[in-house]
């Protein structure tokens, strides 16, 4: 039964019986429960789920904290002081909504390492990139002889980054789900990358889910500005630092590319940084990466020297344009970690030539509209193989601009890939969709999509 607010008297903190309910038992909510563990605390674990993914862990672990399963337990949100919801828990639960009406506290994970780090933060989001960059400047910072710890929406969770030794700077990844339940960070730098339509199924409009991603300019630190993008371009606020970059002609003070005697030229106005070619990540839109990771870096004061020799190490993340290997003249690319449309539109624009892309895409589109994939398909795309869920759909914005064939699974759409490529051409796996229709995630998808290149080869 729905209960309203008024059935709820507002319990004093003597008449709280938790002091955190932890809400989520993936990665994000064991992290948490690691955390709050044995600080002489009241602490509670919920999950919606039945089987959550860190249920044994939990009970292995953590044996004295109650776990509550299946629907959120509405009396055990309101005996809390405060939730600890995980990233993929909309805050907008009618439970938690009506938690926070009677005044229970919410928090994530990310809220509560920015209370105890003390360390400068470089703080990454956008819709596009952000893995990319955020490896990027890690690697620049430990290249320039300082330590460095990263983690948040990459790799290690961001509460687990408070163990051992505090580094010189902590470099985040950072989520749109993240930054809703964030209000006390205060990164030394941060970046919004660009805006694209992602996660439309969670956020009613694109405004709402930029208006969460520009959160991380919260703060009082340098803020890095893509003069590209639409929305982030046009992001300023008084009295606070900036750096910016474009992939253009840079003014003074701003990253931006030159052309010199016809060669491309990464500059900082009119100092010239290093030639394009000379970058080791593929593709236009690795470009923009590397100026947003340059910029972080002079933002929190790294020096050049420093910088480039963690750019010329830094060889790309798995599942993001990464090259697989080249058969019989065609070049095969893995971007399984494309998973929405502005991702997928970047790979193509910045990896294709005149028509010699052949593009596997599909998978849950999460409500986005694929319109803006046909400007970036057409003149590049040859052919289009399509899989999953949302296949019709993206016929349907495609098959207008391009060859359109449909693929039952994974294999099929690489074999098909492979009849239908001739020398030269690029074979591209960048969904532009969530993989969860047919794989357990995004890197699953890419493993898949690799084996099957694999069997290719050996045939």
Request: charge should be neutral.
């Amino acid at each position: 039964m729905s209960l309203a607010i008024n059935h709820f008297t507002r319990m004093t903190n003597v008449e709280k019986k938790f002091d955190l309910v932890i809400l989520g038992l993936g990665k994000t909510g064991i992290s948490c429960a690691r955390f709050f563990s044995g600080r002489n605390m009241a602490l509670a674990l919920m999950d919606s789920r039945m089987q959550p993914p860190g249920l044994e862990m939990a009970k292995n672990s953590f044996p004295e904290i109650p776990v509550y399963l299946g629907q959120f337990d509405q009396n055990v949100l309101l005996s809390a002081r405060e939730l600890i919801v995980s990233p993929g828990i909309p805050i907008s639960d009618p439970a938690i909504s009506l938690a926070t009406s009677a005044g229970v506290a919410v928090a994530g994970d990310i809220e509560i390492f920015c209370r105890h780090a003390t360390s400068p933060i470089v703080a990454v989001t956008g819709s596009n990139g952000k893995s990319t960059v955020a490896s990027l400047i890690h690697k620049m910072i430990e290249a320039s002889g300082r330590s460095a710890k990263l983690g948040g929406n990459i790799g290690t969770p961001a509460l687990d980054l408070l163990q051992g030794p505090e580094p010189e700077f902590y470099v985040l990844e950072l989520s749109s789900f993240q930054l809703e339940t964030t209000s006390s960070l205060d990164a030394a730098a941060a970046v919004v990358l660009n805006i694209s339509e992602d996660h439309m199924d969670r956020y009613a409009n694109l405004q709402e889910y930029a208006i969460a991603k520009f959160r991380i300019y919260d703060g009082s630190g340098t803020l890095v500005i893509n003069l590209d993008d639409k929305m982030v371009g046009t992001y300023f606020r008084k009295n606070r630092k900036s750096i910016c970059f474009t992939a253009m002609e840079p003014d003074k003070n701003t990253y931006g590319v030159r052309k010199l005697a016809g060669q491309e030229v990464i500059a900082w106005g009119d100092d010239v940084i290093c030639p394009v070619k000379d970058i080791p990540i593929q593709g236009r839109h690795n470009i923009a990466n590397t100026l947003a990771a340059l910029s972080l870096g002079t933002a929190i004061g790294l020096p050049m020297p420093g910088m480039l020799a963690g750019l010329r190490d830094f060889v790309g993340l798995p599942h993001r344009c990464q090259w697989l290997q080249r058969i019989n003249g065609v070049d095969w690319y893995n971007d399984s970690k494309g998973t929405n449309v502005g991702a997928s539109c970047a790979a193509i624009e910045g990896l294709a030539g005149d028509n010699n892309l052949i593009l596997i895409a599909g998978g849950d589109g999460k409500g986005a509209d694929f319109a803006p994939l046909a400007s970036a398909v057409v003149g590049r795309v040859r052919a289009a193989i399509l899989i999953g869920r949302d296949a019709q759909r993206l016929a349907a914005v495609l098959g207008k601009v391009t060859a359109v064939y449909f693929a039952l699974d994974m294999d099929a759409a690489v074999r098909l890939a492979h009849e239908q490529s001739r020398p030269q051409d690029i074979v591209l796996l960048s969904p532009a969709c969530a993989s969860l229709d047919m794989f357990s995630d995004y890197q699953h998808r890419g493993a898949v999509f690799a084996q099957a290149v694999a069997r290719i080869e050996q045939a």
